[in-house]
């Protein structure tokens, strides 16, 4: 199917089950009950989940088959954003040119920062590249001021002059963005029970790039260029007494990653139409290196669940207080009750970090290859198991 | 004139004159041996050769271009491979796509976004690589992972990847360095019936005097950097400057 192998096809298919159905899925919860709170259904959270995994897609094409560890990806991301609300500025509210545009000046700017990167390997490449990003963090938080707005962050205002469509709507508010007139923001609420599932356009408009994305990823990681990508990774040497030049396909595959960024950029503008050089801080390039790492390197559909689960906790893990605690353990006697909220305390709320910290350290020790390694393992047991049952079946199977 | 003439090479590391007006002329079609103590300068030679290193003087011409200032994969393209002391290949990936890896680059299919199996299929490469393997005697590892195969396999392997570029010049640097006695056997068999079946030239560094004078037609005698004798194997084997070169000067009794 769409030139792809069995396996690959139904792999893209579960992606496109799990994405379409996500508004489903990460509501299992009623949503006046208790547990509503770890409740991932509603559209900006999901928006993150998508936009996210298609970054970790892109980055997984570089760091996962060449190898090359980029600790400036953030910066494509950062670029990305910028271009897609100059273009709400000037052009007009559509989604669709700012996202074209995005997508190019990120590849353009991580053909430049690629460029010179690439002229080293290993830890020098990654060092550069964070000096990149670092730079290019400080011109848009103060040096390039006229263009990013500085620590502001760029908006979109009233005075625009968007010439392809209108500075102000006829109530006198700023236009919302829209992919010829449908309005991201808008949103469907389908209450099933004591169930609210909400259905936005935003999402859905991410999903299917996100969906798009995903199977040019995988194309790319079984055609010849990828397979050259997975030499160089595995042996420069015999590369250049092959005949073949690493460079140009390092560099293919950087610029496609940036552009990958540079999509992820613009899809998070076009939600939310703003820009904030914040985006390009070495913290949002490291992520990513998390995200792709936590969900298994190299693999097709593990960067998306390792933002997926990194996202999830940003989101769900820091909104657990104190007050959340104690009215989880109010069934406990007073003292025990203070107790287990102080030993957990640290883990939620602001210290969410320590909680993935943690995690983080025990995927890496005893699940190298990730989460997709983790899930590997979990069917070969229970596909053992299964064996064996159906090895017993016969004489254990009680009869009714 | 040969396929590879080098002209009055020199090349020297800070204090060290490792190669010292090296002049050789490699004959097309075949297989030309270089030897020398440790220290020579076989390796700086052949690194000379394929663009590792670039000699400070003399000239190195190939097929009547020179190889001097082109990196080593533009050098490789001329129609030199060559095959290292400690094999090189790509160990994350099986022995197939080791093998496809020199057909794409020959093909140019490199760079195509279409399915591997489609382009596999459209150009013949499968077949190809099978026939190169079937003449190693590797055909039954085609899909084992490179890097758990043993060093003789491995050297197999890197050869047949460098062979099914039907290179013009195959350069060896001590290709039965650790193996045991029995895979150098079976790489000199192997040797010398890819010498029978291609048009070949073979350029050997080796220690093993018996590969060296298994496999032959000519022999160049390096020491210190500058070539002491080029003959035939018969004439090397009872040189008394050969035998003054490795076992020191001979004592009058």
């Known amino acids: ?400 | 004139m040969g396929i590879l003439e080098v002209k009055d090479v020199g090349k020297r590391f800070g204090g060290l004159q490792a190669l010292g007006d090296v002049n050789l002329s490699v004959k097309e079609n075949t297989c030309h041996a270089i030897i020398g103590p440790n220290g020579a300068g076989k390796s700086t030679l052949l690194n000379c050769l394929v663009g590792k290193l670039i000699p400070d003087t003399g000239s190195v011409m190939f097929d009547g271009n020179s190889v001097l200032g082109r990196s080593p994969h533009e050098i490789n393209q001329m129609g030199i491979s060559r095959v290292f002391q400690t094999p090189e290949i790509f160990g994350d990936l099986t022995v197939m796509e080791n093998m496809m890896i020199p057909l794409f680059a020959k093909r140019d299919g490199a760079y195509r976004l279409h399915a591997i199996e489609s382009v596999q299929a459209e150009k013949g490469l499968i077949q190809q690589a099978e026939e190169m393997l079937a003449e190693v005697n590797m055909l039954d590892k085609r899909e084992m992972h490179s890097a758990s195969m043993s060093r003789g396999d491995k050297r197999r392997l890197e050869m047949a990847m460098c062979l099914v570029q039907d290179p013009k010049l195959l350069l060896l640097d001590e290709p039965t360095a650790g193996m045991a006695r029995a895979d150098t056997n079976n790489t000199i068999d192997l040797l010398k019936e890819i010498k029978e079946k291609r048009d070949i030239t073979i350029a050997i560094i080796e220690h093993d005097m018996h590969v060296v004078f298994s496999l032959a037609d000519r022999i160049t005698v390096l020491a210190q950097g500058t070539p002491l004798v080029e003959d035939t194997p018969e004439n090397i084997k009872g040189h008394p400057k050969v035998q003054e070169a490795y076992l020191g000067e001979t004592q009058q009794v």
């Open chain 1, 1 to 400: 199917m769409l030139g792809l192998g069995k396996k690959d096809a139904s792999l893209l298919l579960v992606v496109v089950a799990l994405t379409m159905l996500a508004p489903f899925i990460l509501n299992p919860f009623p949503s006046d009950s208790g547990m509503a709170q770890f409740n991932a259904g509603y559209p900006d959270l999901m928006q993150r989940f998508v936009i996210f995994g298609i970054f970790a897609i892109g980055f997984n094409i570089l760091f996962g088959l060449t190898g090359y560890l980029s600790f400036g990806h953030a910066a494509f991301l950062g670029v990305g954003s910028y271009s897609a609300v100059w273009m709400f500025k000037l052009l007009s509210m559509n989604i669709l040119p700012a996202i074209i545009l995005s997508v190019i000046i990120a590849g353009l700017f991580s053909l430049l920062i690629g460029w010179v990167s690439l002229r080293r390997t290993g830890i020098y490449f990654s060092i550069l590249t964070l000096a990149f990003a670092q730079m290019s963090f400080a011109l848009a938080y103060s040096v390039l001021t006229p263009l990013t707005n500085g620590e502001t962050g760029l908006q979109v205002t009233l005075d625009d002059p968007r010439i392809l469509g209108v500075s102000a709507t006829a109530d006198g508010s700023i236009p919302v963005t829209n992919l010829f007139g449908l309005e991201m923001r808008s949103a469907y609420d389908m209450i099933v029970g004591p169930w609210t599932f909400t259905f936005s356009v935003g999402y859905y408009v991410c999903a299917i790039v996100m969906i798009a994305a995903f199977y040019l990823s995988i194309r790319i990681f079984r055609s010849p260029f990828g397979m050259m990508l997975r030499a160089i990774k595995s042996n420069q040497t015999r590369m250049n007494y092959t005949g073949l030049n690493p460079k140009p396909y390092t560099l293919a595959a950087f610029v496609i990653s940036g552009m990958y960024a540079g999509l992820a950029g613009g899809l998070m503008a076009s939600m939310d139409p703003l820009a904030g050089a914040e985006r390009m801080q070495w913290t949002a390039s490291g992520e990513v290196v998390l995200m792709t790492i936590l969900g298994g390197v190299g693999t097709l559909i593990g960067p998306i669940l390792g933002a997926g689960m990194i996202k999830y906790f940003e989101n769900i893990f820091s909104k657990i207080n104190d007050g959340v605690l104690h009215t989880w353990f109010s069934f406990l006697p007073d003292g025990i009750e203070n107790f287990m909220v102080a030993v957990i305390h640290p883990f939620v709320g602001k210290g969410w970090h320590l909680t993935l910290g943690l995690i983080f350290m025990l995927v890496v020790t005893f699940l190298p290859g990730g989460l997709v390694e983790g899930g590997q393992r979990i069917a070969k047991a229970l596909r053992k198991k299964d064996k064996d049952d159906d090895g017993k079946s016969p004489s254990t199977e009680p009869a009714e």
